[in-house]
């Protein structure tokens, strides 16, 4: 059924006449009379009668009507929740708490206005597959994937690890320390599964470091890790800068800058190239581009 003669329709009963439905349409009176007729013949009924006064509803034409505005008006909040700047922006982050999130909280402050959602998919291939969909606007991810073609990406955001250790480490009270005097440290990273961009990052970093990082162990996540982390002599951990915790109720944890160089994790931002969302230019407005670190840094291959 044609959705411009069920304008039609509802625009010769509204008025009461073909003349004035037609300039409300922007049409002739004789394209008005031809979708009229068209829809009549394709019900087989009579909607109209046609009087000296105008057009009257036919008996016919008053069942129908409700159902044809019912239509439109479906039609027109199918339109308008797809319609840019109107839905949700969907985007996914690796966490609610590392950069990416954070960052986003920074962006919500700004602009509190656009409707954000915020999405955990598991690993940057999901997370490139669903951007690559539609099912989500962008995500923020190492950018180690291959992207498909109509896809974009740009670093934004380069978050510099420091050393976690509690106060009972024997690294506890050193001012700094660097990735080559890590060797033979167990680094606790739980969590470390096959596939994920950050499973990979760290394979990289240890195999160029000699480091000893530790994956096992039950991943209950970040607090317990951060309670294990404080009550341990000998384990540490890498931790973002940029992480968010509220490090006055964790007295026993301590941060120590890694130097010479500084290892650093990456986060880009992926986007289809044909996304009109106008949520989606202010958020790469306000992330802007990474800047280069000023000290010595180390980065993943890719």
Not at 41 to 69: I, N, Q, S, Y
Not at 96 to 123: C, K, Q, S, Y
Not at 257 to 273: C, F, N, S, T
């Amino acid at each position: 059924m044609d959705l411009d003669a069920l304008r039609t329709v509802i625009a010769v009963a509204d008025h009461g006449q073909f003349q004035e439905a037609a300039v409300e349409l922007s049409v002739t009176q004789q394209a008005v009379s031809k979708r009229v007729a068209a829809l009549e013949a394709e019900l087989g009924v009579r909607l109209f009668t046609r009087t000296p006064r105008g057009a009257r509803p036919t008996v016919d034409g008053r069942a129908f009507l409700p159902h044809a505005r019912a239509v439109l008006a479906a039609v027109d909040r199918a339109t308008e929740s797809v319609r840019p700047g109107s839905r949700a922006l969907r985007v996914d982050i690796v966490g609610r708490r590392v950069a990416p999130g954070r960052a986003l909280r920074a962006f919500n402050t700004v602009h509190p206005d656009i409707d954000l959602e915020i999405v955990l998919l598991d690993n940057e291939a999901a997370a490139v597959a669903a951007v690559e969909t539609g099912a989500i606007d962008a995500t923020f991810r190492a950018g180690m994937t291959t992207l498909p073609e109509g896809l974009l990406r740009t670093r934004v955001l380069d978050d510099t690890l420091d050393l976690l250790t509690g106060e009972r480490h024997e690294l506890a009270d050193a001012t700094s320390t660097t990735l080559k005097d890590l060797a033979g440290h167990q680094i606790w990273i739980p969590g470390l599964v096959e596939g994920a961009e950050w499973t990979a990052y760290y394979d990289e970093l240890a195999a160029t470091f000699g480091l000893r990082i530790d994956g096992t162990g039950p991943n209950f996540g970040m607090d317990h890790m951060l309670d294990m982390i404080g009550e341990s002599a000998t384990l540490c951990t890498f931790f973002g800068v940029h992480t968010i915790v509220d490090w006055t109720a964790r007295p026993k944890l301590r941060r120590i800058p890694v130097r010479g160089p500084a290892p650093v994790y990456p986060h880009a931002l992926i986007w289809r190239a044909d996304n009109t969302h106008p949520g989606l230019a202010a958020l790469r407005d306000h992330l802007g581009q990474s800047q280069q670190p000023s000290t010595e840094v180390w980065f993943p291959s890719w």
